[in-house]
């Protein structure tokens, strides 16, 4: 695992498109398992007006998005449909149809009505979306976000490393850390994640934290060995992992 550590947030967001958009050069085919979260959007904001200079940036370039939340509507002003919309997708050429989002919504038709079961929707979505990256040629970049309990993507404390994409529940910690763009009382239960395994077949990885929020995780990320009741020290069996943090962030 090898660390950058920053001076702050914009550092942070600098380092992280300048990877993104060289392993891009490098790679104009490039497969991208991408994130959400409040910490990418420096690095989205960079990567878009570097792009605006740049013909064609994202022409052959297929993104993957780490999770969704079950049962939101993609025009929802909390789903990452929206997020990714908004600080990518719309400003970038990347071609529709390879820019793929997990579809919290498998199994119910745009008015909402039952098509299959859930369970058996969205059970059908996670396969499918596997067989996507497969067929897309698998991941070539993941970039991740950490959440304060370690988690990345979705996978909460307590997920088995071989996990692939599949629903799960968010733990209260996770759903009050994303509660911003929710109703009181409305915030997501599920969210549909690529699982453990699925990020450790990326080719490489990035780690973005910043912010003394993410002090502590950052230490456990360092420190431990791999652990299931800290979903990212799986990284630590990975052969590419790069982490870049803000001293914040690196403080411990
Ligand atoms: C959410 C996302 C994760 C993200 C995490 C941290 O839970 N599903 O992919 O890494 O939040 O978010 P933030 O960057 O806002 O701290």
């Given at each position: 695992?090898?660390?950058?550590?920053?001076?702050d947030?914009?550092?942070?967001?600098?380092?992280a498109?300048?990877?993104?958009?060289?392993?891009?050069?490098?790679?104009?085919?490039?497969?991208?398992?991408?994130?959400?979260g409040?910490?990418?959007?420096?690095?989205y904001?960079?990567?878009?007006?570097?792009?605006?200079?740049?013909?064609?940036?994202?022409?052959?370039?297929?993104?993957?998005n780490?999770?969704?939340?079950?049962?939101?509507?993609p025009?929802?002003p909390?789903?990452?449909?929206?997020?990714m919309?908004?600080?990518?997708?719309?400003?970038v050429?990347v071609?529709?149809?390879?820019?793929?989002?997990?579809d919290?919504?498998a199994g119910?038709?745009?008015?909402g009505?039952?098509?299959l079961s859930?369970?058996?929707?969205?059970?059908?979505?996670?396969?499918?979306?596997?067989?996507?990256?497969?067929?897309?040629?698998?991941?070539?970049?993941?970039i991740?976000?950490?959440?304060?309990?370690?988690?990345?993507?979705?996978?909460?404390?307590?997920?088995?490393?071989?996990?692939?994409?599949?629903?799960?529940?968010?733990?209260?910690?996770?759903?009050?850390?994303?509660?911003?763009?929710?109703?009181?009382g409305?915030?997501?239960?599920?969210?549909?994640?690529?699982?453990?395994?699925?990020?450790?077949?990326?080719l490489?990885?990035?780690?973005?934290?910043s912010?003394?929020?993410?002090?502590?995780?950052?230490?456990?990320?360092?420190?431990?060995?791999p652990?299931?009741?800290?979903?990212?020290?799986?990284?630590?069996?990975?052969?590419?992992?790069?982490?870049?943090?803000?001293?914040?962030?690196?403080?411990?």
């Open positions: 695992m090898k660390w950058e550590i920053v001076a947030y914009e550092a942070l967001s600098d380092r498109a300048q990877n993104l958009l060289s392993s891009i050069r490098q790679n104009p085919q490039l497969v991208l398992g991408l994130p959400t409040r910490t990418p959007q420096g690095m904001a960079r990567v878009v007006a570097e792009c605006a200079r740049l013909y064609h940036c994202f022409r052959d370039v297929s993104t993957f780490l999770d969704e939340y079950v049962g939101i509507a025009e929802h909390g789903s990452y449909h929206t997020y919309r908004r600080h990518l997708l719309d400003h050429d071609q529709p149809e390879r820019a793929h989002i997990p919290g919504r119910l038709t745009g008015h009505a039952l098509i859930p369970d058996e929707g969205l059970r059908q979505e996670c396969t499918r979306y596997e067989g996507a990256i497969a067929d897309a040629g698998g991941l070539g970049l993941t991740l976000g950490l959440g304060t309990n370690g988690h990345i993507g979705f996978n909460e404390p307590g997920t088995p490393f071989d996990s692939r994409t599949r629903v799960v529940n968010l733990t209260e910690s996770t759903r009050r850390a994303n509660a911003d763009l929710f109703p009181e409305q915030v997501p239960r599920q969210a549909v994640t690529m699982g453990i395994a699925t990020i450790l077949s990326s490489s990885i990035i780690v973005l934290a912010g003394w929020k993410k002090r502590d995780a950052v230490a456990r990320l360092r420190e431990l060995e652990d299931p009741s800290f979903p990212a020290s799986a990284l630590r069996l990975h052969p590419d992992v790069t982490v870049i943090a803000d001293r914040a962030a690196a403080a411990l």
